[in-house]
C-alpha cells in the first residue's frame, strides 16, 4: 500500500513538472514561416539570432511560401500555429479582412515609427509591415543574349526566341512581372487578355514556363537561358552564383513586391510575437537583409553603403515611385486570371 | 477474453487509425465539396463536368496512368518471371535493383530525372548528337517525362506483385507443358501468364492508383504546363483557394478511382477465385 501511494506521489509530482515545463517552453517559443534557401538563411542571421539571443526564445521556423502559408494559415483559423507569418504577395489583405490576423499595438512596435508611410499604411486594420520590398524588373544572361533588354517589351522581341524563362503567376514574383508585360502590352488590371496573348506568343516560340525561384536559376545555369521577369533580389542570388546575370529595369516602370511581417490572431504569446516583427522591421535588420539579398529598406533609418545601395531601388523617394499594383484588384481577381493563366498556358 | 474479443482488441488500433486518418479527412472533403455558399449544392461538381479545360485534366490522368501501368506491366512481367527463374544470390541483387528507387526521396530522384531530361541534359544532348532532335529540343515538361519518371517509382510495385505468385508457381507446371510440346512462349502465354494473372492485376490497381494521385513527380516533370488531377487540386487549394471546387475535384478522382477499381477486381477476382 506505501508503495502504491509513493508511486502515486512521485507519478502526480512528474505530470505537474510535465505541465509546468510544457507551459513555460509554449511561453517562449514562436512559430514563424520563411521563404526557405537563401532566403531562411539570411531571415536566420538578420532577425531570428539576434531575436533568440535577446529573449531568450526560441523561433521554429516552418519553410513555406506566401501561397502555401496563407493556405494553412486560413486551414488552421481555429487553432492557429503561426505567431508572426510572412508574406510576399499581398495575402495580408485578405487576411486581415478574414480576421486571421491582429494590428500591431504601436507601443509595442516602436520601431513602427521609423517606417516610411507607405509601409505601414494599413497597420490598423490588421496588415503587418512592410519590412523589405523586391523590385521586379529583367533578368538576363549578359554574355549570352545577344542584346541587353532595355524595356518590358524587349521580352517580345525575337531575338530572345525560345530562351526565354516566364514565371508561373501562382508565384507573386511572376504574378507582377505578367502584369507588368500585360500593361507594356496595353493591358490593364481590368483586362490582361493582352498579357495572355504575349504569353501566349512566347510560348509559341519556345519559352519555358517555370514556378520556383530555383527552377530560374537551373534554367541560367543549365539549360541555357538568356532573360527572364524577375525580381532584383535573385538576380543578385544568381551573381553569387557564379553566373553572369544582370538586372535592369525596364523603362515602362518597375513594378514591387512588398514583403510584410504580420501578426496571428487568436495566439497566447503575441507580445513576443510582436518582439519580433519590431526586430524585423528594425534598421538592423533590414540593412542586413539589404546587405545579404538586395531588398529595397522601408525603414528611412536604414543607411547603406554605395556599393550594395547600386544594385538595388534605394531611397524613400526612388522606392516610393515603384508600381504596386493594387493588391486588392490582385487578390479579387487571382482565382480567375489564375484559371486563366492555366488554360493559356495549358498544352 | 474469448477469440472474438481478442480479435476486436487486436484490430482495433488498426481501425481507429484507418478512421481518424483516412475516414474523417475523406469525410470532411466529401462534405466541403457540395458546400455552397446558401447550403447544398453541386455546382462545384457541374463545373468541373462542364468544362472542357477540366475534363481535359481528367482525361490526361486516366490516360497516363493507364499508361504508365501498361509500361509496369510490359517490363515488370518478364523481369519478374527471370527473377522467378534464377537462383537465391542473383534474385537477392535483383530485387535491390528494382526496390532501389524507393530507397531515394522522390524529390531527390525527381530533380535527378530533371537534370537528365533538361534541355542541356544527357538524354536530349544524346539525342541531338545523333541527329533525332532539334537544336531546343527537351524531355522536361512533357508528358514522357511524366511516364518516364512514374514508371520508374512505380515499377517495384508491378514486380514485386507479381514476383510473389510467379516464385509459388509449380516449376513442373511449365515442364510439363514444354514436353508436351509448348514452344516457350506458347508455354509463357497458355501456362504462366494466365496463372500469373492475379499477381498482374494486383500490380495493375497499385501501380494505377498510385500514379493518378501522385503529386510530386507529375507537378516537377510536368511543370505548370501539364496538369494532372492532383496538381490541379494542388493549385486550387494554394493558389485560388477556391477549397470547395479542390474539394469536388479530389473527390472526382477518389470516386473515379473506386468506379475503375471495384468491376477491374470484381472481374479478376471471379475468376481467379
Same mark, same amino acid.
Given at each position: 500500500?506505501?508503495?502504491?501511494?509513493?508511486?502515486?506521489?512521485?507519478?502526480?509530482?512528474?505530470?505537474?513538472?510535465?505541465?509546468?515545463?510544457?507551459?513555460?517552453?509554449?511561453?517562449?517559443?514562436?512559430?514563424?514561416?520563411?521563404?526557405?534557401?537563401?532566403?531562411?538563411?539570411? $531571415?536566420?542571421?538578420?532577425?531570428?539570432?539576434?531575436?533568440?539571443?535577446?529573449?531568450?526564445?526560441?523561433?521554429?521556423?516552418?519553410?513555406?511560401?506566401?501561397?502555401?502559408?496563407?493556405?494553412?494559415?486560413?486551414?488552421? =483559423?481555429?487553432?492557429?500555429?503561426?505567431?508572426?507569418? $510572412?508574406?510576399?504577395?499581398?495575402?495580408?489583405?485578405?487576411?486581415?479582412?478574414?480576421?486571421?490576423?491582429?494590428?500591431?499595438?504601436?507601443?509595442?512596435?516602436?520601431?513602427?515609427?521609423?517606417?516610411?508611410?507607405?509601409?505601414?499604411?494599413?497597420?490598423?486594420?490588421?496588415?503587418?509591415?512592410?519590412?523589405?520590398?523586391?523590385?521586379?524588373?529583367?533578368?538576363?544572361?549578359?554574355?549570352?543574349?545577344?542584346?541587353?533588354?532595355?524595356?518590358?517589351?524587349?521580352?517580345?522581341?525575337?531575338?530572345?526566341?525560345? $530562351?526565354?524563362?516566364?514565371?508561373?503567376?501562382?508565384?507573386?514574383?511572376?504574378?507582377?512581372?505578367?502584369?507588368?508585360?500585360?500593361?507594356?502590352?496595353? *493591358?490593364?488590371?481590368?483586362?490582361? !487578355?493582352?498579357?495572355?496573348?504575349?504569353?501566349?506568343?512566347?510560348?509559341?516560340?519556345?519559352?519555358?514556363?517555370?514556378?520556383?525561384?530555383?527552377?530560374?536559376?537551373?534554367?541560367?545555369?543549365?539549360?541555357?537561358?538568356?532573360?527572364?521577369?524577375?525580381?532584383?533580389?535573385?538576380?543578385?542570388?544568381? !551573381?553569387?552564383?557564379?553566373?553572369?546575370?544582370?538586372?535592369?529595369?525596364?523603362?515602362?516602370?518597375?513594378?514591387?513586391?512588398?514583403?510584410?511581417?504580420?501578426?496571428?490572431? *487568436?495566439?497566447?504569446?503575441?507580445?513576443?510575437?510582436?518582439?519580433?516583427?519590431?526586430?524585423?522591421?528594425? =534598421?538592423?535588420?533590414?540593412?542586413?537583409?539589404?546587405?545579404?539579398?538586395?531588398?529595397?529598406?522601408?525603414?528611412?533609418?536604414?543607411?547603406?553603403?554605395?556599393?550594395?545601395?547600386?544594385?538595388?531601388?534605394?531611397?524613400?523617394?526612388?522606392?516610393?515611385?515603384?508600381?504596386?499594383?493594387?493588391?486588392?484588384?490582385?487578390?479579387?481577381?487571382?482565382?480567375?486570371?489564375?484559371?486563366?493563366?492555366?488554360?493559356?498556358?495549358?498544352? | 477474453?474469448?477469440?472474438?474479443?481478442?480479435?476486436?482488441?487486436?484490430? +482495433? &488500433?488498426?481501425?481507429?487509425?484507418?478512421?481518424?486518418?483516412?475516414?474523417?479527412?475523406?469525410? %470532411?472533403?466529401?462534405?466541403?465539396?457540395?458546400?455552397?455558399?446558401?447550403?447544398?449544392?453541386?455546382?462545384?461538381?457541374?463545373?468541373?463536368?462542364?468544362?472542357?479545360?477540366?475534363?481535359?485534366?481528367?482525361?490526361?490522368?486516366?490516360?497516363?496512368?493507364?499508361?504508365?501501368?501498361?509500361?509496369?506491366?510490359?517490363?515488370?512481367?518478364?523481369?519478374?518471371?527471370?527473377?522467378?527463374?534464377?537462383?537465391?544470390?542473383?534474385?537477392?541483387?535483383?530485387?535491390?535493383?528494382?526496390?532501389?528507387?524507393?530507397?531515394?526521396?522522390?524529390?531527390?530522384?525527381?530533380?535527378?530525372?530533371?537534370?537528365?531530361?533538361?534541355?542541356?541534359?544527357? #538524354? &536530349?544532348?544524346?539525342?541531338?548528337?545523333?541527329?533525332?532532335?532539334?537544336?531546343?529540343?527537351?524531355?522536361?515538361?512533357?508528358?514522357?517525362?511524366?511516364?518516364?519518371?512514374?514508371?520508374?517509382? +512505380?515499377?517495384?510495385?508491378?514486380?514485386?506483385?507479381?514476383?510473389?505468385?510467379?516464385?509459388?508457381?509449380?516449376?513442373?507446371?511449365?515442364?510439363?507443358?514444354?514436353?508436351?510440346?509448348?514452344?516457350?512462349?506458347?508455354?509463357?502465354?497458355?501456362?504462366?501468364?494466365?496463372?500469373?494473372?492475379?499477381?498482374?492485376?494486383?500490380?495493375?490497381? +497499385?501501380?494505377?492508383?498510385?500514379?493518378?494521385?501522385?503529386? #510530386?513527380?507529375?507537378?516537377?516533370?510536368?511543370?505548370?504546363?501539364?496538369?494532372?488531377?492532383?496538381?490541379?487540386?494542388?493549385? %486550387?487549394?494554394?493558389?485560388?483557394?477556391?477549397?470547395?471546387?479542390?474539394?469536388?475535384?479530389?473527390?472526382?478522382?477518389? #470516386?473515379? #478511382? +473506386?468506379?475503375?477499381?471495384?468491376?477491374?477486381?470484381?472481374?479478376?477476382?471471379?475468376?481467379?477465385?
Amino acid at each position: 500500500m506505501k508503495l502504491l501511494a509513493t508511486l502515486t506521489a512521485s507519478l502526480t509530482a512528474t505530470a505537474a513538472c510535465a505541465l509546468v515545463s510544457t507551459t513555460v517552453l509554449a511561453a517562449e517559443t514562436i512559430t514563424i514561416n520563411s521563404f526557405g534557401g537563401a532566403y531562411e538563411t539570411a $531571415h536566420r542571421k538578420c532577425v531570428i539570432d539576434p531575436f533568440e539571443k535577446e529573449t531568450g526564445a526560441s523561433v521554429q521556423i516552418v519553410t513555406a511560401y506566401s501561397a502555401d502559408a496563407f493556405a494553412q494559415l486560413r486551414a488552421q =483559423k481555429d487553432a492557429p500555429q503561426f505567431d508572426v507569418i $510572412h508574406f510576399s504577395g499581398g495575402q495580408e489583405i485578405v487576411g486581415a479582412k478574414e480576421g486571421l490576423l491582429s494590428p500591431l499595438d504601436p507601443a509595442k512596435v516602436p520601431n513602427l515609427a521609423d517606417l516610411y508611410d507607405f509601409a505601414k499604411k494599413n497597420v490598423a486594420e490588421g496588415e503587418g509591415p512592410a519590412y523589405s520590398i523586391a523590385a521586379i524588373g529583367l533578368l538576363y544572361n549578359s554574355e549570352k543574349a545577344p542584346k541587353a533588354p532595355t524595356s518590358w517589351k524587349d521580352l517580345m522581341d525575337e531575338a530572345y526566341a525560345d $530562351h526565354i524563362v516566364l514565371t508561373d503567376i501562382s508565384n507573386g514574383y511572376g504574378m507582377l512581372g505578367f502584369l507588368m508585360l500585360n500593361q507594356a502590352e496595353g *493591358g490593364s488590371l481590368e483586362d490582361i !487578355e493582352p498579357g495572355l496573348e504575349a504569353v501566349k506568343t512566347l510560348l509559341g516560340r519556345g519559352a519555358v514556363v517555370v514556378s520556383t525561384s530555383p527552377e530560374i536559376q537551373q534554367e541560367f545555369a543549365q539549360n541555357d537561358a538568356w532573360i527572364a521577369a524577375y525580381a532584383s533580389d535573385y538576380a543578385y542570388t544568381l !551573381e553569387k552564383a557564379g553566373l553572369p546575370a544582370k538586372f535592369v529595369q525596364g523603362e515602362e516602370g518597375t513594378p514591387a513586391s512588398f514583403i510584410t511581417a504580420n501578426l496571428v490572431a *487568436g495566439r497566447p504569446n503575441q507580445d513576443l510575437a510582436m518582439k519580433f516583427i519590431d526586430m524585423t522591421i528594425s =534598421k538592423e535588420a533590414e540593412a542586413c537583409f539589404a546587405n545579404e539579398l538586395r531588398y529595397s529598406p522601408t525603414n528611412s533609418k536604414v543607411e547603406l553603403s554605395d556599393e550594395v545601395a547600386a544594385n538595388m531601388v534605394y531611397g524613400e523617394d526612388a522606392v516610393k515611385g515603384l508600381i504596386r499594383f493594387d493588391p486588392q484588384v490582385i487578390e479579387a481577381n487571382r482565382s480567375d486570371w489564375v484559371d486563366q493563366w492555366n488554360r493559356a498556358i495549358a498544352r | 477474453m474469448s477469440d472474438r474479443t481478442e480479435n476486436l482488441v487486436l484490430v +482495433l &488500433p488498426g481501425l481507429l487509425l484507418l478512421a481518424l486518418a483516412f475516414l474523417v479527412p475523406i469525410g %470532411q472533403m466529401l462534405v466541403l465539396s457540395v458546400e455552397g455558399e446558401n447550403g447544398f449544392t453541386l455546382a462545384h461538381f457541374s463545373r468541373f463536368l462542364t468544362d472542357s479545360y477540366y475534363l481535359g485534366v481528367l482525361w490526361r490522368t486516366i490516360r497516363l496512368s493507364i499508361v504508365i501501368t501498361a509500361i509496369c506491366a510490359a517490363i515488370g512481367f518478364p523481369f519478374a518471371y527471370i527473377m522467378a527463374h534464377v537462383g537465391p544470390r542473383i534474385r537477392l541483387w535483383l530485387v535491390l535493383l528494382v526496390i532501389l528507387p524507393l530507397m531515394t526521396s522522390v524529390v531527390v530522384r525527381t530533380f535527378g530525372w530533371m537534370v537528365l531530361l533538361g534541355r542541356s541534359g544527357l #538524354v &536530349p544532348d544524346i539525342l541531338r548528337d545523333l541527329g533525332l532532335a532539334g537544336r531546343n529540343f527537351s524531355l522536361m515538361h512533357t508528358e514522357a517525362a511524366i511516364v518516364i519518371g512514374m514508371v520508374q517509382v +512505380l515499377l517495384p510495385f508491378m514486380t514485386l506483385s507479381i514476383l510473389g505468385i510467379l516464385t509459388r508457381l509449380d516449376p513442373r507446371l511449365e515442364e510439363a507443358a514444354r514436353t508436351m510440346g509448348c514452344s516457350f512462349l506458347k508455354t509463357i502465354r497458355t501456362v504462366v501468364l494466365p496463372l500469373a494473372l492475379p499477381g498482374i492485376v494486383a500490380g495493375s490497381l +497499385l501501380v494505377f492508383t498510385l500514379s493518378a494521385s501522385s503529386f #510530386v513527380t507529375p507537378n516537377l516533370l510536368g511543370g505548370s504546363r501539364i496538369q494532372m488531377l492532383a496538381t490541379s487540386i494542388y493549385r %486550387q487549394v494554394t493558389q485560388t483557394l477556391d477549397w470547395p471546387f479542390a474539394a469536388a475535384q479530389a473527390t472526382i478522382l477518389f #470516386v473515379g #478511382v +473506386l468506379l475503375i477499381l471495384i468491376p477491374y477486381a470484381r472481374l479478376t477476382g471471379a475468376r481467379n477465385g
